[in-house]
């Protein structure tokens, strides 16, 4: 499905994608919040009640609470995937792309667990306001639906033109389950 022209929050607002999908994530099932910027979506987690890991480079945005699991880490300095054997009822991405993680992403999803994606994409070097705009940080059309194919179930997709604050943008979304049956939707 294309999405042309809907309209995406503010940096501290969760996602409307993000927001849309986190029911479908098992009841207190711990979610990992993966490039977590000032931690919008752990925040999000955490009302839920679900215990949140959130990894970033930078951590100093993001404050300790109870059931919350901060890890600073390089995810891009080619040191080893940093939750080697953790699983994850929920993992949330947004606006992040290293291309490399989405094995381990997928090995970190617990059984009927749900990956919530959401980053730029191909045609979003066009919009001068917008960054990124190096086709190495932009997923390719479809690469979502490629990456998980024969490995998680779509629930759903996206990708189009989107308006934001900052001016128009290409995104690229998906939520997709490790199940081998229906998924409540």
């Given at each position: ?8 929050a503010?940096?501290?607002t969760p996602s409307?994608?993000?927001v849309?999908?986190a ?6 099932g711990?979610v990992?919040d993966l490039?977590?910027?000032?931690g919008?979506?752990?925040r999000l ?7 949140v ?5 930078d951590?100093?945005l993001l ?8 890890l600073?880490?390089d995810l891009?300095?080619g040191?080893?995937w940093p939750?080697?054997?953790?699983k994850f ?7 992040y ?24 994409a191909h045609?979003n070097?066009?919009?001068?306001l917008?960054s990124?705009?190096n086709?190495e940080?932009?997923?390719q059309p479809?690469e ?9 179930s ?11 604050s900052?001016?128009p943008a290409?995104?690229?979304?998906i939520?997709?389950a490790?199940?081998y049956?229906?998924?409540r939707?």
């Amino acid at each position: 499905m294309r999405c042309k022209h809907k309209i995406i929050a503010g940096p501290d607002t969760p996602s409307a994608w993000v927001v849309r999908f986190a029911p479908l994530i098992p009841p207190q099932g711990e979610v990992l919040d993966l490039a977590a910027g000032a931690g919008r979506h752990s925040r999000l987690f955490l009302r839920q009640g679900h215990k949140v890991t959130a990894i970033d480079r930078d951590v100093s945005l993001l404050t300790p609470a109870p059931g919350f699991e901060i890890l600073q880490a390089d995810l891009e300095d080619g040191s080893p995937w940093p939750l080697p054997g953790r699983k994850f009822a929920g993992i949330v991405v947004t606006n992040y792309l290293h291309r490399p993680l989405f094995v381990h992403l997928i090995d970190a999803l617990a059984d009927n667990g749900l990956l919530i994606y959401e980053t730029f994409a191909h045609g979003n070097e066009t919009y001068a306001l917008t960054s990124p705009r190096n086709p190495e940080h932009l997923l390719q059309p479809n690469e979502l639906l490629d990456i998980v194919h024969g490995e998680l179930s779509v629930i759903a997709f996206e990708q189009g033109i989107v308006t934001r604050s900052k001016g128009p943008a290409v995104i690229q979304r998906i939520a997709a389950a490790k199940t081998y049956g229906p998924h409540r939707i």
